[in-house]
């Protein structure tokens, strides 16, 4: 089965500074990426995915990020973050019709 | 509009009881899954199901049972076996096949007291 690292798990930064969230699998098929945010107090929501093509993927809210298949990684990147961003934020991988998640970065961006 | 419905939201049950929570979809999606999400832990997959009257262990499948009788439906029953049954649970549903994504539940957290 996969497996998902996400490093770092509490990230405190200021406003308009650069955010950039690791993310690691393991597998050895083909696979579909993810990344999920979990805002305070609400549902999970999908910020972006990749499946094929442009290894680099945009998102909602300025979010991106690129896959990097010689390194397993699909990194997480905001050039300037808003202190709405605080959240959670997850990447997932889905290998073998299975979702497995990272878990997990605890973001808090301070106004 | 269509999604996935989970009931109820919150859930207060005694322990050692069993306790059933519910998933509905009405996407027609064939594939079904449950996690169980825990702060710093992550999601992590408990069950999951391809086609109607078929379903895999997940990670973490200890203490918990599932059925899927119709396509809609997966409901995932906690066990009195289940060593620490207070969390948050959530529902995800999938089309069939390779790129499509997954659609969430809101979830139903589950504290037994």
């Known amino acids: 089965a996969q497996s998902v690292s996400q490093h770092n798990h509490h990230v405190i930064l200021s406003e308009a500074a650069s955010l950039e969230l690791g993310c690691n699998y393991s597998?050895?098929?083909?696979?579909?990426l993810f990344w999920y945010v979990q805002y305070p107090g609400q549902h999970l929501q999908l910020l972006l995915k990749?499946?094929?093509?442009?290894?680099l993927v945009k998102g909602i809210k300025g979010f991106e990020a690129e896959f990097i298949k010689s390194k397993f990684s699909f990194n997480l990147r905001k050039p300037s973050v808003q202190w709405s961003d605080t959240a959670e934020y997850f990447c997932?991988?889905?290998?073998?019709?299975?979702?497995?998640f990272g878990k997990g970065n605890q973001v808090v961006v301070i106004p | 509009d269509g999604g996935i419905t989970q009931s109820p939201k919150y859930l207060f049950r005694k322990e050692g009881q069993n306790v059933t929570l519910s998933c509905e979809q009405n996407?027609?999606?064939?594939?079904m899954y449950w996690y169980r999400q825990d702060p710093g832990q992550g999601l992590r997959l408990i069950y999951y199901?391809?086609?109607?009257?078929?379903?895999q262990k997940g990670d973490i499948a200890e203490g918990y049972s599932v059925s899927r009788e119709k396509k809609e439906s997966f409901p995932l029953t906690v066990t009195s076996a289940q060593k620490n049954p207070t969390a948050f649970y959530l529902c995800?549903?999938?089309?069939?096949?390779?790129?499509?994504?997954?659609?969430f539940g809101s979830g139903t957290r589950l504290t037994v007291v």
């Open positions: 995800a549903s999938r089309e069939k096949g390779a790129n499509y994504g997954y659609t």
């Open positions: 597998y050895g098929g083909t696979v579909n």
């Open positions: 990749y499946f094929s093509g442009d290894p």
């Open positions: 997932a991988v889905n290998g073998n019709n299975r979702l497995a």
């Open positions: 996407l027609n999606h064939d594939a």
């Open positions: 199901s391809q086609i109607v009257n078929d379903f």
